[in-house]
């Protein structure tokens, strides 16, 4: 049996799965926490990788990594890390993404120039707020990576030329998905000088080889490992509650939202990846599950107890800040309380149909963007949540469905490996197991206005 690891190197856990490569059978899996917070030290990353990866990787003929995408990881002239990473949901580089935009003479320039407006999450944002603020740091940088370039780097021993892919590089702001070229001038624009860059390499290209002889393959940013774990067809569009809630699609041609509502990023396959990311999903419901005194399952219950609408309570989830809408220092709000309302039910039915109502209004600006949407592959880790499943099928208007529990990143990334080992011209057709499929329910318009509604009042 030939078997090829897939790594997803996400915001809270790094998983690894090996996998049957003919079948896409999941053979063995191991997951290690990844230390919290907004900047992470990459080293941290690599220990997680180790300690999961130990006694899989070794049995693997191939390996690639999906990657949280964005994260900025800086090395010097040695390959040492010259500051933790500045991860995809810190904002503090907003303001430096308002000056980028106006400098670059606006909105549209950006879309037209990369597929993406400055926010703080996307790379060249991060540059600009590490030369301005830690100049001595900035001096000593000789590389910018990504979370996954970094470790398929780490994998192949440190090479003198680190690699990524389109995929990854389509987040960063200096790489353009449409031309499929760095744009050194923006690379300069954001650091104020030269520095390396990782070569991009083709989506089945064998990169370098791993200390126990396993080739690999390119990786990827999370969002593309997942796209290509699902082998979408058109007229999907995934919903993804991990630590980021995303919606996205797989198309043929380009995206260029001036709105900066939708990434036109690309995708591992050649292709590209319309995207709309918000900070705030898995961990809203964490949240109101602590201020409710209960966990994720007494969250479920209460949840489901409560009426569509919770009362007329809403839950504006911006707890990290937001990145869409574009509030980076927002605070989260809850609205609508009443004498009547205020019950544990019907604030965990808030905390759920808040979380999803911001991605429903992220598949709307897909499909403004001519995304076809018929029907939505509920995936991450809140998917588990049997409220979330209820809720999704009233506020997405599609059907939902959700695939059978796996960690699609990594099997996405496995799947890569696979493609990559075979040396064939198209990924090897893994087959996607569904566990459950909802048709849409009647109820969720008035969920969705409500929620538009006080949006609209408290931000604009
Ligand atoms: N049954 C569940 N209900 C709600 N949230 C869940 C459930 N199971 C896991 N989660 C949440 O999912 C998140 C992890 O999801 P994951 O997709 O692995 O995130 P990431 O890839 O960003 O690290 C955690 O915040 C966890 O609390
Ligand atoms: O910034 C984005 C997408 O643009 C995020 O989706 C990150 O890629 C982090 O992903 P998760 O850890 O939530 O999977």
Redesign the pocket.
């Known amino acids: 049996m030939t078997l090829v690891a897939g790594i997803d190197s996400?915001?809270?856990s790094c998983k690894v799965l090996l996998v049957d490569a003919d079948s896409g059978a999941v053979v063995e899996s191991a997951r290690a926490d990844h230390p919290d917070g907004t900047e992470v030290d990459p080293r941290a990353w690599w220990a997680a990788l180790s300690q999961a990866g130990a006694g899989l990787l070794e049995r693997a003929d191939a390996v690639a990594v999906g990657g949280?995408?964005?994260g900025m990881v800086v090395v010097d002239a040695d390959g040492e890390v010259v500051r933790p990473a500045l991860l995809?949901n810190d904002t503090r580089s907003a303001g430096a993404a308002r000056d980028l935009t106006e400098e670059l003479g606006g909105p549209g320039a950006w879309a037209d120039a990369v597929g993406l407006v400055p926010v703080a999450?996307f790379t060249v944002t991060k540059l600009r707020w590490l030369a301005r603020h830690e100049p001595a740091n900035a001096d000593r940088v000789d590389q910018v990576m990504l979370p996954h370039d970094y470790l398929t780097w780490q994998l192949a021993g440190r090479p003198d030329e680190p690699v990524t892919d389109r995929g990854d590089a389509s987040?960063t702001g200096y790489w353009s998905a449409a031309t499929n070229a760095y744009r050194p001038d923006l690379l300069r624009l954001g650091f104020g000088r030269e520095l390396g860059v990782p070569r991009v390499a083709g989506p089945a290209e064998v990169v370098g080889t791993t200390a126990s002889g396993a080739a690999l393959a390119a990786g990827t940013?999370?969002?593309m490992g997942a796209a290509l774990g699902l082998t979408l067809e058109p007229g999907d569009v995934v919903v993804?509650l991990?630590?980021?809630g995303?919606a996205f699609a797989v198309s043929e041609s380009p995206v260029a939202d001036a709105s900066g509502l939708v990434?036109g990023f690309a995708d591992a396959t050649g292709r590209h990846l319309p995207?709309v990311?918000t900070l705030n999903a898995a961990r809203v419901l964490s949240a109101a599950a602590t201020m409710l005194g209960t966990d994720l399952a007494g969250l479920d219950r209460l949840a489901l107890e409560a009426e569509p609408g919770a009362g007329g309570m809403v839950l504006l989830p911006y707890l990290d800040g937001e990145r869409t809408p574009d509030l980076p220092d927002a605070t989260g709000s809850l609205v609508g309380l009443t004498r009547a309302a205020m019950t544990p039910a019907n604030l965990a039915r808030a905390a759920v149909e808040g979380m999803l109502c911001g991605l429903a209004d992220g598949v709307d600006a897909l499909a403004a963007q001519g995304v076809v949407v018929e029907r939505v592959l509920l995936i991450?880790g809140a998917a588990r949540s049997a409220a979330v499943r209820a809720v999704a099928a009233q506020v997405f208007g599609t059907p939902v469905v959700v695939p059978a529990a796996g960690e699609y990143v990594a099997r996405g990334a496995a799947r890569q490996a696979a493609w990559a080992l075979s040396g064939a011209a198209a990924p090897p057709a893994w087959p996607l197991d569904v566990e459950a499929t909802t048709q849409p329910r009647g109820g969720g318009e008035h969920v969705r206005e409500a929620y538009a509604a006080a949006r609209i009042r408290l931000h604009g």
Request: charged share 5%.
């Open positions: 996400s915001t809270q949280q995408q964005h995809w999450s987040g940013g999370d969002n993804s991990g630590t980021s995303t990434a995207l990311a991450g």
